[in-house]
Every structure is written in C-alpha cells, then in structure tokens.
T-cell receptor
Framework: GNSVTQMEGPVTLSEEAFLTINCTYT??????LFWYVQYPGEGLQLLLK?????DKGSNKGFEATYRKETTSFHLEKGSVQVSDSAVYFC??????????????FGKGTKLSVKP | DVKVTQSSRYLVKRTGEKVFLECVQD?????MFWYRQDPGLGLRLIYF???????EKGDIPEGYSVSREKKERFSLILESASTNQTSMYLC????????????FGAGTRLSVL
C-alpha cells in the first residue's frame, strides 16, 4: 500500500543551523509529494510540493527534491530561524487506485529552533 | 484569501453525547475532508466528500458519520461520543481531487469525558 515514513522528532536546533528532515515513501506509480507545516495553534498549510521525479519544490528557504530512485523527498533549509519552529508533515497523493487524490501523511516531525 | 473555518476551537463533551463538528469553506471547492490528528500517529483520514450529498469512507470511519447538504459545508458527526475519540479534528478542502493543494482549518480540539 501507500505510506510515508519521516524521521521522528523532536528536532532541536540553534538559530542559523542547517536542517534536514528525512522522508521516504512507498507508492505505486508516480505519486505527488508534499511538505505541510503546522505552526503552533494553527491548521496545516502547504510548504512545498513536487509532482514528478527530479522536481524540486521550494518556498521560504526550504527545499525538497523528488528522488524516485531512492523514493525520498527530504526537506532541507540552510539556516533555520526561531519562526520555523513548527511540526512538519511529509505527504503524498497516489497517482492511481482508490486513494487517488487523497493525502497520505507521515507522522510529523516537531522542530524547535532556539535563539 | 482562502478560508476554511471550523466552528469551534475547543469542545468538551460527555461520553454518549451526539457531537457535531462543523466546517465551512468559502472557496467554492468541490472536495472536503475530515482528519483526526493524534500524537505519534500523524493525520488520518476519516471521511471525504467530492460532491454535495456524496461521501466516502477514509481510513478510520468507525464511530463517525458525515453530512454534506451544501457545497460549502461539511459536518462530522459523532453519534455517541467515546473517550477514544478525544483528539484534534482537522477539516480541509480542495478544488480538484487530483494533484491539488488541500487547505486546512485551524482544528477543533475535542475532549470526551
């Protein structure tokens, strides 16, 4: 079946540190891949997405590249800020089958950035 | 601006009560979704709807039902609330079913005592 596995948190970094949150997926065909972010007390919002192999999604200094050969979509940022403290969710939508169009989420990774 | 509004941020109910969680979107989206979010489990899809009066079960529909009488409104119903339904509930909507961004509400934190 379709599934998403992301690194467990919490992750604690100092301001300006480099961030990587690992995400791997299992899916048939060619899923679309997403990173959503949930700031404290808020709902989820889309951070970035990629719809085909080798696509790079980017937004607010975050990047992730769709790697079909390693079934991965790791999130990176070169220099985190305190305002990046949030929970990050990796997700996919299958390209076929009964779940087509539905988001399948990883368990989330909580990031805390200290000043 | 895109807006998905959930009627309550916090709810406290008693075991056995019938509970209604309301969600309204103002973007004329076809698709609406209900998830529950639990620590260590991420988000799990309860029900979704791709049209008015249409509903489909997600991954964990047991103990829940939904209603979509109007395009903009999608209600989640707990027929007889139980303590294991204490959770954060998130509503989302999207324009297109395929490859489209889902927009989320702020969530309703439900406690069943």
């Amino acid at each position: 079946g379709n599934s998403v596995t992301q690194m467990e948190g919490p992750v604690t970094l100092s301001e300006e540190a480099f961030l990587t949150i690992n995400c791997t997926y299992t899916a048939t065909g060619y899923p679309s891949l997403f990173w959503y972010v949930q700031y404290p007390g808020e709902g989820l919002q889309l951070l970035l997405k990629a719809t085909k192999a080798d696509d790079k999604g980017s937004n607010k200094g975050f990047e992730a590249t769709y790697r079909k050969e390693t079934t991965s979509f790791h999130l990176e940022k070169g220099s985190v800020q305190v305002s990046d403290s949030a929970v990050y969710f990796c997700a996919l939508t299958p390209s076929a089958g009964g779940s087509q169009g539905n988001l399948i989420f990883g368990k989330g990774t909580k990031l805390s950035v200290k000043p | 601006d895109v807006k998905v509004t959930q009627s309550s941020r916090y709810l406290v109910k008693r075991t056995g009560e019938k509970v209604f969680l309301e969600c309204v979107q103002d973007m004329d989206h076809e698709n609406m979704f209900w998830y529950r979010q639990d620590p260590g489990l991420g988000l799990r899809l309860i029900y979704f709807s791709y049209d008015v009066k249409m509903k489909e079960k997600g991954d964990i529909p047991e103990g829940y039902s939904v209603s979509r009488e109007k395009k903009e409104r999608f209600s989640l119903i707990l027929e007889s609330a139980s303590t294991n339904q204490t959770s954060m509930y998130l509503c989302a909507s999207s324009f297109s079913r395929i490859l489209d961004i889902q927009y989320f509400g702020a969530g309703t934190r439900l406690s069943v005592l």
